[in-house]
Nanobody, 122 residues
Framework: QVQLVESGGGWVQAGGSLRLSCGAF????????MGWFRQAPGKEREFVAT???????TSYADSVKGRFTISRDNANTVYLQMNSLKPEDTAVYYC????????????????WGQGTQVTVSS
């Protein structure tokens, strides 16, 4: 069982930055690939970024490439640094974990956090 807790969401003006954190309460954090997803009102949950177990491999959605950076540390935390935010980035952001390789497919993630709201005003 893996418990994930997101934090760092909030309100920001367009062009601003936020850093999201996701703490994983599990003894074997290093065996899990981690991902960030988001869901805007009335839309499906969509992939944002993912990072491999060791942190050496990452993948991003085209819509955030060059603006967002995913990273992880050895203290059971994964981060999402979000720069140059746009109003269309407004959504609830979720972190998720899975054993195995990284993937953009949300169906392949086993554990999810409760989400944190990000609101970007124009």
């Amino acid at each position: 069982q893996v418990q994930l807790v997101e934090s760092g969401g909030g309100w920001v003006q367009a062009g601003g930055s936020l850093r999201l954190s996701c703490g994983a309460f599990v003894r074997t954090f290093g065996i899990y690939a981690m991902g960030w997803f988001r869901q805007a009102p009335g839309k499906e949950r969509e992939f944002v970024a993912t990072i491999s177990r060791g942190g050496s491999t990452t993948s991003y959605a085209d819509s955030v490439k060059g603006r967002f950076t995913i990273s992880r540390d050895n203290a059971n935390t994964v981060y999402l640094q979000m720069n140059s935010l746009k109003p269309e980035d407004t959504a609830v952001y979720y972190c998720a974990s899975r054993q195995g390789l990284i993937t953009q497919d949300r169906q392949r993630y086993d554990y999810w956090g409760q989400g944190t709201q990000v609101t970007v005003s124009s």
